[in-house]
């Protein structure tokens, strides 16, 4: 069954590193996503992909990350100079169709995570 | 705008108990809600959902049924198993339309013998 693999599955930084989180989505799909998940807090929004530029982004996804699909497979979320509350896990997530407004199409498929500690 | 809140975890059962877990939404309107699941070592994947007032999603035995008087979306299953040990998510769209979910902080659900 097709999946979305995320990698690395966890990653210990030093505050102000460079951190690339990688995923591959479902290989048909079209619609690409990153959320967040701060220990014991909600899984949050950050961006969502669509056509090779952002669809969507919350207001935590600020000037210090930033996305990519650098080829056909892959899917980045790159966080610049890393901070201590950058420490989460992060969900990559795919659609075929994008996630409606009103609950409609678009099922996410989300891969298993990222886990990111900065120290 | 949207949020839902879940009851906290973990939550811990018998197998063959009846498993309730509760989800509490504030929506504008009323939008589809959705019960998201992540087995040890998985991605989150859907579990159930409803798109209308009094639906009833239901999946693998789980069942949660949309509430607008309560304004409730509280998951059950009358008997769980050792395999049904996850941590499960209460969602909704977000506020403002738009491409995204608003998840709950997830329940964490161990089920033993």
């Known amino acids: 069954e097709p999946e979305v693999t995320q990698t690395p599955s966890h990653q210990v930084t030093q505050m102000g590193q460079e951190v690339i989180l990688r995923c591959v989505p479902i290989s048909n799909h079209l619609y690409f996503y990153w959320y967040r998940q701060i220990l014991g807090q909600k899984v949050e929004f950050l961006v969502s992909f669509y056509n090779n530029e952002i669809s969507e982004k919350s207001e935590i996804f600020d000037d210090q990350f930033s996305v990519e699909r650098p080829d056909g497979s892959n899917f980045t979320l790159k966080i610049r100079s890393t901070k201590l509350e950058d420490s989460a896990m992060y969900f990559c997530a795919s659609s075929e169709e994008p996630q409606l407004a009103g609950g409609g199409a678009g099922e996410l498929f989300f891969g298993e995570g990222s886990r990111l500690t900065v120290l | ?113």
Not at chain 2, 2 to 12: A, C, I, L, R
Not at chain 2, 51 to 68: C, I, L, V
Not at chain 2, 86 to 105: D, H
């Open chain 2, 1 to 113: 705008g949207n949020s839902v809140t879940q009851m906290e975890g973990p939550v811990t059962l018998s197998e063959e108990a009846f498993l309730t877990i509760n989800c509490t939404y504030t929506a504008t309107g009323y939008p589809s809600l959705f019960w998201y699941v992540q087995y040890p070592g998985e991605g989150l994947q859907l579990l159930l959902k409803a798109t209308k007032a009094d639906d009833k999603g239901s999946n693998k035995g789980f069942e949660a049924t949309y509430r607008k008087e309560t304004t409730s979306f509280h998951l059950e299953k009358g008997s769980v198993q050792v395999s049904d040990s996850a941590v499960y998510f209460c969602a909704l769209p977000g506020t403002g339309g738009g491409n995204k979910l608003t998840f709950g902080t997830g329940t964490q659900l161990k089920v033993e013998l």
